[in-house]
């Protein structure tokens, strides 16, 4: 059973950063595609963020391109979503999500439906 535990959230003003960590246990963290999600209350959940198995590629959602970094430390199982002058229309519940795939893969989904484990979420407010 794959296990994701999404921590760092928090209030911070306008302008402010915050990093994400999503720690992943019960799989090889090497065989894992991970995306960063975000809903709002009244939106469907979007991806924000996404990084390869193989670390070598990732994306972002256009609203966040410049602000935000996705990262992942294979020696601590652990994934990362750094956010930079966070904006209040960034305010949401920030979900980790990973998907199989194959050692040393570069390849990215968009589809929220191939993320087959999610964490509990972990709520950011930005105040304005």
């Known amino acids: 059973q794959v296990q994701l535990v999404e921590s760092g959230g928090g209030l911070v003003q306008a302008g402010g950063s915050l990093r994400l960590s999503c720690v992943v246990a019960g799989r090889s963290f090497a065989g894992l595609a991970v995306g960063w999600f975000r809903q709002s209350p009244g939106k469907e959940r979007e991806l924000v963020a996404s990084?390869?198995?193989?670390?070598?590629?990732?994306d972002y959602a256009d609203s966040v391109k410049g602000r935000f970094t996705i990262s992942r430390d294979y020696a601590k199982n652990t994934a990362y979503l750094q956010m930079s002058n966070l904006k209040p229309e960034d305010t949401a519940v920030y979900f980790c999500?990973?998907?199989?795939?194959?050692?040393?893969?570069?390849?990215?989904?968009?589809?929220?439906?191939?993320?087959?484990?999610w964490g509990q979420g972990t709520q950011v407010t930005v105040s304005s």
């Open positions: 999500a990973v998907r199989p795939a194959p050692y040393d893969s570069t390849y990215l989904s968009t589809q929220i439906s191939d993320y087959r484990y």
């Open positions: 990084i390869s198995s193989s670390g070598g590629s990732t």
